[in-house]
């Protein structure tokens, strides 16, 4: 073996004095590179490190059952909302006991913790625990549950309705595929509901869009808005408005036949709605016009 020597400080590219006098300097330099966001990085990873650390091999010797001491204490976490916390005690399940029946549901309390911390960064991760979920056990008696989850996780990244829908239409086909795939399971009526939400969500852009266009007068715009949108969702919750303004937009096109039947259908399926009196109104001249221009009056 042929042993290096360092070179002599006399043959090396900068002396020990001038290399003594450029430390400070590089130090000076790599503080204020780190700044406050490198430190409160390093605060973050410190602070997961540490946890990771107190949560990683707690196992007591002699447990018999360690993936279920484990799962329990992941269980115990997360209700208490300690959300690192129990994702590291889940994680030794799906990660050190691959065989456990408590695997699965692990799995799910993976999911669990990032919906529980709500951030953008942690409802992406939440969808692919989910996604995966279905792809590894997609006859698992807890599928539906890991479904519903899936259109939670997008539904709460849902905009306004005056911003993109991206994520609201992914939410409505995790939601449409909840339905079409565990129809007798116990999440059905709160799976229903957000898919209601997520349909109004959509509709409610749909809307907004044809009400600008009635309140610039591009009627016809309007028209080609909301008849669409009671097509797509005949159920939409503010309905009511999309009769209106629609009816309104062809009387004012001079197609009033066309538009008597929409003022017609907000009164028979709204006891109460803002627009309960002007339709009213509407349906009573525009069938008074009828009758006088049939009467030849």
Known sequence: MIE???SPWWKSAVAPGA???AAPRRAARHRSWVGPVGALVVAVLLTAAACATRTRGSVPAGTTEPD????????DALNARKWLTAREFFKQVTETYTASPYRPDAKLGIGDTYIGEGTSE???LAINEFTEFLSFYPTNRRADYAQFKLGMAHSRQMRLPQRDQT?????LKEFETFVAR???SSLMPEATTKL??????????DYQVGFFYFRQKWYKGAIDRFKPLLKEDPGFTRRDAVYYYLAESLVRVKQEAEALPYFE???KEFEQSEYLVQAQKRITELKTQTLSKTSGG
């Open 196 to 205: 209601r939400e997520t349909r109004d969500r959509l509709s409610e852009a």
């Open 19 to 21: 290399a003594m006098r």
């Open 68 to 75: 279920k001491f484990l799962f329990d204490k992941g269980t």
């Open 265 to 267: 259908r907000l009164v």
């Open 182 to 184: 565990f129809p007798n």
């Open 4 to 6: 290096r020597r360092s």
């Open 122 to 124: 942690a409802l992406v």
């Open 167 to 171: 994520e609201t239409r992914a939410a």
